[in-house]
């Protein structure tokens, strides 16, 4: 299994700040012959469902904020929140569907400092 | 755009079985290049991919649940169903059914329906 990490575990950050988040895979996610690493970012707030942010390591979903990017390749990535809004309190999880079986990291939660 | 809703016994007794469909709506479940999966997430903690069903019924599960998984399809309901056996503590959770787009190769989960809180307790 490819095991996903996260850090760090939690963040709080002041409004308009950015906010950067690291996920690393145990082995590489980028898929040579395309080119592609295949690593998602999803936003978890409470009592909802995960919303898909980030997809191919740094293509943003159709209406996402552009404030939300991606970065990285084969096994360190990033997801940044360049300013930080109200509405992006959340949990923030990568994952890989590079081969299965698919796992996520285990979170990062962003707060408001 | 493809819509899913989980239904289901909320509450299941130790060593019964977890039984849940998804339905879905605005597309046909028939539709090829899809996947259809479920995904758990205990309570404060993280996400669980569970397994997935294509629509001719090849299956994927994860290894660490794959003896007591079963997944099918109802094409004609237009349903997608998980059967889990011998539950304990540790299989309470809020239960998600999501569509995984697989065209040259696996893609992410989107969409996702709302979830289904399933406790396991006497």
């Known amino acids: 299994d490819i095991v996903m990490t996260q850090s760090p575990d939690s963040l709080a950050v002041s409004l308009g700040e950015r906010a950067t988040i690291s996920c690393k895979s145990s082995?590489?996610?980028?898929?040579?012959?395309?080119?592609?690493?295949?690593l998602a970012w999803y936003q978890k707030k409470p009592g909802q469902p995960p919303k898909l942010l980030i997809y191919w390591a740094s293509t943003r979903e159709s209406g996402v904020p552009a404030r939300f990017s991606g970065s990285g390749s084969e096994t360190d990535f990033t997801l940044t929140i360049s300013s930080l809004q109200a509405e992006d309190v959340a949990v923030y999880y990568c994952q890989q569907y590079y081969s299965i079986p698919f796992t996520f990291g285990p979170g990062t939660k962003v707060d408001i400092k | 755009q493809v819509q899913l809703q989980e239904s289901g016994p909320g509450l299941v007794k130790p060593s019964q079985t977890l039984s849940l469909t998804c339905t879905v709506s605005g597309d046909s479940i028939s539709r090829s290049g899809y996947y259809w999966s479920w995904i758990r997430q205990p309570a404060g903690k993280g996400l669980e991919w569970i397994g997935r069903i294509s629509t001719s019924g090849t299956t994927n599960y994860n290894p660490s649940l794959k003896s007591r998984l079963t997944m099918s399809v109802d094409t004609s309901s237009n349903q997608f169903s998980l059967r889990l056996t011998s539950v304990t503590a540790a299989d309470t959770a809020v239960y998600y059914c999501?569509?995984?787009?697989?065209?040259?190769?696996?893609?992410?989960?989107?969409?996702w329906g709302q979830g289904t809180l399933v406790t396991v307790s006497s």
């Open positions: 082995q590489s996610v980028l898929y040579s012959s395309s080119n592609n690493n295949y």
């Open positions: 999501v569509v995984q787009e697989y065209t040259t190769g696996p893609r992410w989960f989107d969409p």
